[in-house]
């Protein structure tokens, strides 16, 4: 069974369409994240849900909207998808949202904007 | 705020050699110190963290790093390289309390390993 779990693992689509990637932990953790890996590898948190409340919102254009239906899900909408916006994308989860908890990463999603 | 450095964006070592991959951080407040490891087209694995207790910690894969305040220093070590050791590796801060609650990384290093 996989930790945390993301789809689709890959993802190709124009510019100005809307897209949305699913994030599902089974690990019965408070607090989910996303990140964003540019193609530097660079990794940068964007959002940070504790029990479904956004706790961390990193300057991140609106246009990226998540959502917690759950504390066990939490999804990443992007409207009008732009060139700059490729990247890996990586879901994490932490039992608390304490410093010193370790994250879970899921396996990406690489977002393609042609 | 905080922040974290990686010396070297790529190091390369031979096969049983001393693996040794650069880190310092900036902090406000005490930090959480943390190294994970990226294999090719995967996600982040944690090696070991750092929170408070012993300065010297162990992780998986024979790998250990040591902090060093006085330095700002969080260095990943590893005796004798193995191939299966090459991977992307990330160190990443994090603090307590506030805004300080999430990963902060270091831009990572490649490890490549020769035979």
């Known amino acids: 069974d996989t930790a945390v779990s993301q789809t689709p693992k890959y993802l190709v689509t124009q510019m100005g369409n809307d897209k949305s990637i699913k994030c599902e932990q089974n690990?019965?953790?408070?607090?989910m994240y996303w990140y964003k890996q540019d193609s530097k590898k660079f990794l940068k948190i964007m959002f940070s849900y504790n029990n479904k409340e956004l706790i961390i919102n990193e300057t991140v254009p609106n246009r990226f909207s998540p959502k917690s239906p759950d504390k066990a899900h939490l999804n990443l909408h992007i409207n009008s998808l732009e060139l700059g916006d490729s990247a890996v994308y990586f879901c994490?989860?932490?039992?608390?949202?304490?410093?010193?908890?370790?994250?879970?990463f899921g396996q990406g999603t690489r977002l393609t904007v042609v | 705020a905080q922040s974290v450095t990686q010396l070297g964006s790529h190091v390369s070592v031979s096969e049983g050699a001393l693996v040794l991959l650069r880190c310092n951080y900036s902090s406000s407040v005490p930090p959480y110190l943390f190294w994970y490891v990226q294999y090719p087209n995967q996600g982040l694995q944690l090696l070991l963290k750092y929170t408070s207790a012993a300065t010297l910690v162990k992780g998986i894969n024979g790998f250990e790093a040591e902090f060093k305040k006085s330095e700002t220093s969080f260095h990943l070590t590893k005796p004798s390289a193995h191939m299966s050791d090459a991977a992307e590796y990330f160190c990443?801060?994090?603090?307590?309390?506030?805004?300080?609650?999430?990963?902060?990384f270091g831009k990572g290093t490649l490890l490549t390993v020769n035979p």
């Open positions: 994490a989860s932490s039992l608390t949202g304490a410093g010193d908890t370790e994250a879970f």
């Open positions: 690990l019965g953790h408070d607090t």
């Open positions: 990443a801060v994090s603090g307590s309390g506030g805004s300080n609650y999430k990963l902060t």
